[in-house]
T-cell receptor, first 112, second 118 residues
Framework: KAGVTQTPRYLIKTRGQQVTLSCSPI?????VSWYQQTPGQGLQFLFE???????NKGNFPGRFSGRQFSNSRSEMNVSTLELGDSALYLC???????????FGAGTRLSVL | AQTVTQSQPEMSVQEAETVTLSCTYD???????LFWYKQPPSRQMILVIR??????QNATENRFSVNFQKAAKSFSLKISDSQLGDTAMYFC???????????????FGKGTLLTVNP
């Protein structure tokens, strides 16, 4: 089985722009979660989707949003980028009801 | 709120030796799961070991084992016969089922950077 695939691997944007990151879960996994990783704050939960519905959201501003498609692929969008949004964004998938999350290699976003 | 604390920001060990990474957590939940994840320089977060809170027996995966002390809310990772490939950031993490019975949010510690020296 292919693992969790995140694209692109690297992104460079400027302040004020918006960005969309993509995540393809492991085949058969319907839950997709997103995390932000920074040196200062560590790993923080952004949101989780299951069957195209956002079930839970972390403590992030409304500029961070996401969606999930019928094939379980997920995208997250960040609008009006700020310098502090520079981070590694990790996506994880899991089967329904499972506790283990499997991670992708992440997208490194740099905001200049 | 759940918290996970890793008190050792960095550790080093000689190849073939044994090292223990510490983790404590705080929760009022009774049913939960604990994990150690490894993140090498390649950035891929890899599951090392998993422990179910309702199981008293400590989990073991090859050279990796845990010491789970539920009453003390402690969950340490022991790596035996350390190898150069074990060099990575290690994260302790916690998850519990929400009211709907689904596990959805991992809470991570700040991580311990382990360096294995030749």
């Amino acid at each position: 089985k292919a693992g969790v695939t995140q694209t692109p691997r690297y992104l460079i944007k400027t302040r004020g722009q918006q960005v969309t990151l993509s995540c393809s879960p492991i085949s058969g996994h319907r839950s997709v979660s997103w995390y932000q990783q920074t040196p200062g704050q560590g790993l923080q939960f952004l949101f989780e989707y299951f069957s195209e519905t956002q079930r839970n959201k972390g403590n992030f501003p409304g500029r961070f949003s996401g969606r999930q498609f019928s094939n379980s692929r997920s995208e997250m969008n960040v609008s009006t980028l700020e310098l502090g949004d520079s981070a590694l964004y990790l996506c994880a998938s899991s089967p329904q009801g499972a506790d283990i999350q499997y991670f992708g290699a992440g997208t490194r976003l740099s905001v200049l | 709120a759940q918290t996970v604390t890793q008190s050792q920001p960095e550790m080093s060990v000689q190849e073939a030796e044994t090292v223990t990474l510490s983790c404590t957590y705080d929760t009022s939940e009774s049913n939960y799961y604990l994990f150690w994840y490894k993140q090498p320089p390649s950035r891929q977060m890899i599951l090392v070991i998993r422990q179910e809170a309702y199981k008293q027996q400590n989990a073991t995966e090859n050279r990796f084992s845990v010491n789970f002390q539920k009453a003390a809310k402690s969950f340490s990772l022991k790596i035996s016969d350390s190898q150069l490939g074990d060099t990575a950031m290690y994260f302790c993490a916690f998850i519990y089922p929400n009211s709907g019975g689904s596990n959805y949010k991992l809470t991570f510690g700040k991580g311990t950077l382990l360096t294995v020296n030749p």
